[in-house]
């Protein structure tokens, strides 16, 4: 079985390079929601503690199987530690046997970040210049670096209520090819702005913005709600905008439309992928996409990233399936008493 460990995904990131990397995550993205009725789908099954949460997220069709542990602690960061960290796992269906186990603290930030992409290129304006990012913390780079590659962005305006995060922010994306400007509040960031991106982690109900403060014709991915009782868009706000989701049976539970019932959801993501439903229909209505992560995501990089692993040799090979001379004595692999 391969193991992929977080050197392992950063040596891959370097041959591979970053901006391919994400157009590999979001064709595999494309792909695997354009055939939904071939996966085998459910909600996450959340655990629920007063500081965070642990959860488990099943997806497959009927040749791989493919689960993520992944938790959220918004304390951790207060400790030194991560709020989000990752697991995933990669098995083959016809024998159950585990293919890979890999690393996916980095894999659920890059995947999140080529999930909204792929909603924008159905929902965003085609010819959006300008982007702003609410929340500076583990998420945002991700966020910028993969809609910059498919969208020509100039600038780039952002906040956050932590100025050590607007200052990790501003150095990490330094000496790119868009202009970074730092805002003192919520409003001047997103004024004119074609995308905004939510991605706050206060455990929270909020309400970032009024209709008031965003132009016509702007795209949101909303992605900081993400857990019952956590919301970054007022209810008042939703009913003003097209709203689409990943998948409502878990959404309307975790996501901003906790507020809402299911009819005010215009589509879930893969309607507009397979054609069904239109996405943005004019230049000026308000589009949002209410983004929980979810595990079909997960099943989309995992694959992506085994077959790349396997093409350019990454990974360790661990024994870790027995593999008797007869499979009926497992017992005989211990050897004489």
Not at 242 to 256: A, I
Request: glycine content about 6%.
């Amino acid at each position: 079985m391969k193991i992929l460990s977080v050197n392992d995904i950063r040596k891959l990131l370097q041959t591979v390079g970053l901006e391919n990397f994400f157009r590999c995550i979001i064709a595999a993205l494309e792909e695997d929601f354009g055939r939904w009725d071939e996966f085998l789908l459910s909600p996450r099954h959340a655990t629920y503690y007063p500081h965070g949460v642990i959860e488990l997220m099943p997806c497959a069709d009927q040749q791989l199987y493919a689960f993520k542990y992944v938790n959220g602690h918004p304390g951790n960061p207060l400790n030194g530690k991560l709020n989000v960290v990752a697991i995933g796992l990669l098995s083959d269906v016809v024998s159950g046997y585990p293919l890979m186990i890999s690393e996916m603290t980095l894999l659920t930030a890059f995947r999140t970040a080529a999930t909204g992409v792929l909603a924008a290129l159905y929902l965003a304006r085609v010819d959006a210049k300008s982007l702003a990012i609410i929340g500076n913390g583990a998420q945002a780079e991700f966020q910028v670096m993969a809609f910059a590659s498919f969208f020509q962005l100039e600038n780039i305006r952002f906040f956050d209520v932590d100025p050590h995060a607007m200052g990790k922010f501003s150095r990490n994306l330094s000496g790119q090819k868009f202009r970074l400007i730092p805002c003192n509040c919520v409003a001047e960031a997103v004024h004119d702005a074609d995308i905004v991106i939510t991605a706050t982690a206060a455990k929270k109900r909020q309400s970032l913005l009024d209709i008031e403060d965003i132009s016509p014709g702007t795209f949101i991915n909303a992605m900081g709600g993400d857990c019952p009782g956590k919301t970054e868009l007022s209810e008042k706000f939703l009913n003003q905008v097209k709203l689409v989701v990943e998948y409502k049976p878990q959404t309307l539970v975790e996501g901003e439309v906790q507020q809402c019932t299911a009819n005010r959801i215009y589509a879930e993501l893969w309607e507009l992928v397979c054609k069904y439903k239109p996405g943005r229909e004019n230049n000026y209505e308000i589009t949002l996409f209410d983004s929980v992560g979810f595990a079909l995501e997960d099943f989309s990089i995992l694959r992506v990233v085994y077959d790349l692993a396997k093409h350019y040799q990454f990974g360790t090979e661990l024994p870790m399936i027995p593999e008797p001379n007869d499979s009926k004595d497992l017992f005989g692999l211990l050897g004489a008493p």
